[in-house]
């Protein structure tokens, strides 16, 4: 009792002395969260189509801290833990507060992937050791389909971006049709069995 006080203590004198932050601004700072311990192995979202440029690689955020930024496919993942209600995809990168796949909207049938702290539910059918789908809207129709694709003269090191596939249009650049599909979760809370 009296280590949760302190705890609690600590908390709220950390949240006080933490800056007041626009609830739509970008979260560069996070106070001190009170959040599960997991150990083991963390999941990930790997692009699977065999005989691609991208087989292997893993879905990631080049940059943690901005809403909106793209989904990406890289060596490296951001991807601390993976939730899945509602038909969301949750990826905690490091905060208390996950970002959230999402689909952008766009006229031609790729449609721009980003993370986001906002939760839209319904958009996808995803699940530990499954392919992911995007499930239809009235924007699109359902598709497991993803396109990643780098801009013309890019470097080999460089990311690839990545787009929901939902037609035959295809940006310009270097670009590879891929399913993704979510690893086994190999997180488990610290202290369990």
Known sequence: ???????LSLFTALAAAAPAQDANAARAIHPICLAPVYTGTP?????ITPGTAVTGLYVSNNDTTTAGSPAILSTDTTIGRLEFNNGTIAAYMGY????????????????PLTWDFTEIDNIWDADFDKIITAKATAAHKASSDF??????????????????QTGTDRPVGDCATTKLKV?????????TK
């Open 1 to 7: 009792m009296l280590l949760s006080t302190i705890a």
């Open 43 to 47: 999941p990930n979202i790997t692009a």
């Open 96 to 111: 208390c507060s996950p970002f959230y796949l999402q689909i952008g909207t766009s006229a031609k049938s790729y449609k």
């Open 147 to 164: 396109l990643a694709c780098k801009p013309l003269r890019s470097k080999y090191s460089d990311p690839w971006t990545l787009y929901l």
């Open 183 to 191: 690893s086994k979760n190999g997180l488990k809370l610290a202290g």
